[in-house]
């Protein structure tokens, strides 16, 4: 295979940067030209979903938030390789079957030693 | 393959020990699972096999690298027994060493770049964790911080150039893009050699050459002892064996384009480090920036590939990893007595240990090339393969720069063999605690008497 370039093959890109960064420029001018300004104490305050904010954002917290929230991201992102799994469940067969058995379990061990050396405890 | 299924399930194993209450058998258990794997390694011996579609390719080449690792890996922890059993996390300690070993095997083995990439990050992110495993001390901190953010930094170099000569050959088979290269030899486009600069870049950030090795000093002198000689030693080797591996066996057809690259980037390494290391008072830095300086000597392999040099570069890795376990350990055990890391700290060594001054010498001769000890054998390699390559001013730097060495691993040597400084200066608690200084000076001489058994392998 040859694979001959030129650069006219580049331009749905340039569009797409055109695109993207025309986008970003029309949004945040075009809104402070078109809006009303009304300034008000509630309207200059940090949104925060909708509920009062509390204080700055850089204050300590809990080194346990910190743990539980990456030992969820980490279960959280196993899941994502079952999905191709499962939609070639029929073609990988038997030897696809064993091999994410084999994953799971491993992904078990990890959950089983993560449960008894207390990562989860939460006193 | 079946060395990295049983370095992982023994370093898996280690990780539990802890959890079921096995403490006591984990050291057992560690050295057991790398005898195996040992063993398994041995066996593969003039196989040529593939597997995992063609991801891992056991051939001697990975066959020979693999065992040294492993081997080493060895020594390394029938020295380090203590060190790990007075932490708290000491189980976790010793299955983040075997996984950065598997790591380390995988990027010995590999046939795919995916492979690679995957045995660096294995090797890399253990070693992160490792350097600051000393957690009170702030220098550990550092160095963990500062490897962890460069290395990233370097793995990112990497990865975007795997990309690219995906971009370019459309494979990431080491065969199919050789084979490519080979076909379109001269019109290949300007972002397939932008991607072997930007591998090189990102492997060479590994093996500290110059101009990527700021990094090094801080984090070699940083890191615990311990883990300071498991990079040199283990992951140096790693890094190297797959650099070799991937230059020769994958972008062999272009090695016009690459050669001088490995040639200015190893005269200048060699020269630097070599001078940087003559002003430092500690120990611990003086061969953090030598190992910067044997790294511009094995690059040297690279800047005249063909030849010998496959087999020059394994014997002077082989050399270099073997005295550097030696001259640590005593090291290690100095900075446990007296708490100090500097060159006089060894003074009296000679006084307390006869036996022990003579090895530290043999391993001090042999980092310094000098026979009759290991050393010398892997330079006087190294040097004829550079010389059959037609690079004659690279040899004359590198003899020059070695001159420059013997300088400064002569004043350990001298330092060892003067009166005691300080009074209490007992060097080791049990006579057992310089094993792998005897084992590593006795290993030395032996492969610098008899230098072909082993250089004849490869």
Known sequence: MV?????????????MFVVAIGF?????????????????????????????????????FSIKYFLIAILFVL??????????????????????????LLFVSLLMVGFIYII??????WE | MNTIVILSVTGIAAMMSDVFKLKKALFGLSLLGLLIALVFSVYDWGQYATYFNQMVLTDNYAVVFTTMLIGITFLWFLMSKDFFSSHSSASEHYALILFSLTGG????????LTILFLGLEILSIALYILAGSDKGNLFSNEASLKYFMIGSFATGFLLFGIALIYGATSSFNLQEISAYVQQHNGSLPMYFY???LMILTGLTFKVSAVPFHFWAPDVYDGSPTLVTTYMLSVVKMAAFAALYRLFIYCFAPVYEFWIPVFAIMS??????????????????????????AHAGYMLMALASPGGTSRSALMFYLLAYAIS??????????????????????VKGLFRKNPFAAIMLTLCMLSMAGIPPVAGFFGKYYMFVSTLNGGLTWLVLIAVLSSLIGVYFYFKVIIAAFQEPELENTAYYRQPSDLTVLYICGILSLLLGILPQFVAGLL
């Not at chain 1, 970003?24 to 009304?38: A, C, D, E, M």
């Not at chain 1, 279960?75 to 994410?100: C, Q, S």
């Not at chain 1, 008894?116 to 405890?121: C, M, P």
């Not at chain 2, 095997?105 to 795919?112: A, G, I, K, L």
Request: glycine fraction near 6%; proline fraction near 4%; charged fraction near 20%.
């Open chain 1, 3 to 15: 694979f001959l370039s030129i650069p006219a093959d580049y331009i749905p890109i340039a569009i």
């Open chain 1, 24 to 60: 970003v420029v029309t949004t945040i001018f075009v809104t402070h030209l078109l809006g009303p300004k009304r300034k008000s104490e509630i309207k200059l305050d940090t949104f925060e979903c909708g509920i009062e904010s509390q204080s700055n954002a850089r204050l300590p």
């Open chain 1, 75 to 100: 279960f959280d992102v196993e899941v994502i390789f079952m999905y191709p799994w499962a939609v070639n469940f029929l073609k990988l067969g038997l030897t696809g079957f064993i091999e994410m």
């Open chain 1, 116 to 121: 008894r050396k207390g990562a989860l405890k």
């Open chain 2, 105 to 112: 095997v995988m990027m010995t083995n590999f046939s795919d």
């Open chain 2, 194 to 196: 932008a991607g072997i």
């Open chain 2, 267 to 292: 005269a200048v390494t060699m020269l630097l480090g070599n001078i940087t290391a003559v002003y430092q008072k500690s120990l611990k830095r003086m061969l953090a920036y030598s190992s910067i």
């Open chain 2, 324 to 345: 550097t376990l030696g001259v640590f350990n005593v090291l290690y055990q100095v900075h446990k007595v007296t708490g100090r890391e500097e060159i006089k700290s």
